[in-house]
């Protein structure tokens, strides 16, 4: 029998991790787009609306409040009530909110004292509104968030079953030109893809508090974010996680539904979102963050292994196996265009089609370096304040 050679290795890694890419793109990223087909489908059902209660923790964002917060307060739902938790601020933020208070009823705001410390002060803002919820679903999101539309509420509430008790939502940057706004919405888009694909697996690891809903007992049976208190975030990936289940929790990506988040006014501040995430990701139970690191590692060999292949075939005249390796790219290639065309349109994306392969490459190489960046910083950055 003849010995293996580099070629015959090389066309067996890529083939490998080509099956491995495939199976990812088949059966995770594409279940957006499988969802929101099936749901678009079930848009006429009548939806249950029980009341609810919108949460959100605000500082110094007096223009976010300004340009964000009417459209929340004119959501076309029943009865709910929108509770503002306000973390002292050096700005008129509490001016803009009793002038809003006066035009709408259902909006009420509250003051985080400033004697509160050594305590991260966005979850105790978060117990705050909870508290003084008068209801039993919560709906939580941020100043700096807009509602696609004013349908928002009724979508989020259509998967308000008696046995749900959590609903992820989806949310993403608002589309702008340029370099910077297409990075952290393709960045954004494939973690959704990603948390909310797992999700509708039957296997949740994580939730994001820009569109995120839950029962106010789940707060209250899981004690709130005492397992990590300590940290100054996690209040909503981190308590999700411990959280969440097959039977307990459903997903909401309607167009309607989305969250439009505004731009950075600097590239620090999205910097710094991942860093402080890389820090409470770390923390994850179960197995679904090593199948989502595995997608990441094979996808960069999957890379290095075809570029080898077509490198060293083209260097000894041997052309099978760059042929092979090259085929192999070019199928995985339009799967992942397939699905990313199709689930854009669905939530109304940019077209990632010229830069998909860009973005494919360097996507794990930014979450490297925050990783790093995280590693670099002392332990209390992270930690309640």
């Known amino acids: 029998m003849e010995p293996f050679t580099i070629d015959t290795i090389l066309t067996a890694a890529s083939g490998v991790l080509f099956a491995t890419q495939a199976t990812y793109h088949l059966s995770l990223y594409n279940k957006l787009h499988i969802h929101n087909k099936q749901t678009k489908q079930a848009d006429e059902a009548p939806i249950h609306t029980p009341p609810l209660s919108v949460i959100i923790v605000v500082k110094n964002t007096t223009e976010e409040l300004q340009q964000n917060l009417t459209a929340i307060l004119e959501q076309d739902y029943p009865e709910f009530e929108v509770i503002v938790i306000h973390d002292r601020s050096a700005d008129d933020c509490d001016d803009t909110l009793k002038l809003l208070e006066d035009k709408y009823p259902h909006l009420y705001h509250t003051f985080i004292p400033y004697s509160a410390r050594y305590i991260s002060h966005k979850k105790l803002g978060i117990t705050m509104g909870i508290k003084a919820s008068r209801h039993d679903w919560l709906v939580f999101t941020e100043p700096d968030c807009r509602p696609q539309s004013n349908q928002w509420l009724r979508k989020m509430a259509r998967n308000f079953t008696p046995t749900t008790e959590i609903v992820l939502g989806y949310s993403n940057y608002e589309k702008r030109s340029g370099w910077f706004n297409k990075k952290i919405t393709f960045d954004t888009l494939l973690n959704a893809m990603r948390s909310l694909g797992m999700a509708l697996s039957g296997h949740p690891y994580t939730g994001n508090g820009r569109n995120l809903a839950y029962r106010k007992k789940l707060y209250y049976k899981h004690n709130g974010f005492t397992s990590h208190l300590k940290l100054q975030r996690g209040e909503d990936d981190l308590f999700i996680n ?10 909401e990506t309607s167009p ?36 989502m690191g595995w997608e990441t590692y094979s996808r960069l060999l999957f890379y290095a292994t075809t570029s080898a292949a077509c490198i060293i075939g083209a260097l000894s005249h041997q052309w099978i196996t760059p042929t ?5 790219w070019i199928i995985r290639f339009a799967i992942q265009l397939i699905i990313f065309r199709k689930t854009c349109k669905d939530l109304s994306e940019h ?35």
């Open 256 to 291: 309607e539904s989305i969250m439009r988040i505004a731009m950075p006014k600097y590239k620090k501040i999205w910097y710094e979102e991942k860093i402080s995430y890389a820090a409470t990701s770390r923390l994850f139970q179960g197995t679904t963050r090593y199948l």
């Open 324 to 328: 092979i390796a090259f085929f192999l």
């Open 351 to 385: 077209k990632f089609a010229a830069l998909l392969p860009v973005f494919d490459i360097l996507q794990p190489i930014w979450n490297l370096r925050f990783k790093l960046q995280r590693r670099m910083r002392r332990k209390d950055e992270f930690m309640r304040k």
């Open 242 to 251: 411990e959280t969440a289940n097959a039977r307990n929790t459903r997903v």
